[in-house]
C-alpha cells in the first residue's frame, strides 16, 4: 500500500507498533548534498503475506 498522507502514515505506524519485527528500507533523497532528507520507507510487517496486505511505501511530503 502506498501511502503519502501524514495522517494515514501515523495510522499506520500505530498499527506497525503492534509487530515485535518489521523489515524496514529507506530512500534518501538529496544524498549527496549537505541536507539528505528521509524521502521514503517502505515497510513488511509479515515475510510470509503474499497478498502484500502487510507492505507499505510510506512517502514523506
Same mark, same amino acid.
Request: charged residues 10%; proline residues 9%.
Given at each position: 500500500m502506498?501511502? *503519502?498522507h501524514p495522517e494515514t502514515i501515523k495510522e499506520i505506524i500505530n498499527k506497525l507498533q503492534e509487530f515485535s519485527v518489521l523489515w524496514l528500507d529507506t530512500e534518501i533523497a538529496a544524498w549527496q548534498t549537505a541536507n539528505?532528507? $528521509?524521502? $521514503?520507507i517502505q515497510v513488511l510487517s509479515d515475510p510470509q503475506a503474499t497478498s502484500g496486505d502487510q507492505a507499505y511505501i $510510506? *512517502?514523506?511530503p
Open positions: 502506498y501511502v *503519502n539528505p532528507k $528521509l524521502s $521514503l $510510506l *512517502n514523506a
